[in-house]
């Protein structure tokens, strides 16, 4: 079982920037993949990003160019830099961590962008 702590989310204005933090219990070199998703009030789950064990990273199409996934495997920890933020990226984030045959979720954190 692999636990995610994310950290980082807060309240920002628009056009500014937040970075968001992902530690795993365990070595994330194991993992096939991580990535961030996120939900707004109403909405369901969607993909924001994710990057492989290999370091191929990929974007929904709203964000590329905005938001930036990196992994730091000596720290365990998979970042999500966001730059530019709109109103319409508030959501909570949730960060995953996927192996074979199984699917790990962190808790969540709250990122809320004013006009």
């Known amino acids: 079982q692999v636990q995610l702590v994310e950290s980082g989310g807060g309240l920002v204005q628009a056009g500014g920037s937040l970075r968001l933090s992902c530690a795993a219990s365990?070595?994330?070199?194991?993992?096939?993949?991580m990535g961030w998703y996120r939900q707004a009030p109403g909405k369901q789950r969607e993909f924001v990003a994710g990057?492989?064990?290999?370091?191929?990273?990929n974007y929904i199409d709203s964000v590329k160019g905005r938001f930036t996934i990196s992994r730091d495997n000596t720290k365990n920890t998979v970042y999500l830099q966001m730059n530019n933020l709109k109103p319409e990226d508030t959501a909570v984030y949730y960060c995953?961590?996927?192996?074979?045959?199984?699917?790990?979720w962190g808790q969540g954190t709250q990122v809320t962008v004013s006009s």
């Open positions: 990057i492989s064990r290999g370091g191929t990273t």
């Open positions: 365990e070595s994330i070199f194991s993992l096939s993949s």
């Open positions: 995953n961590a996927a192996r074979v045959a199984a699917n790990y």
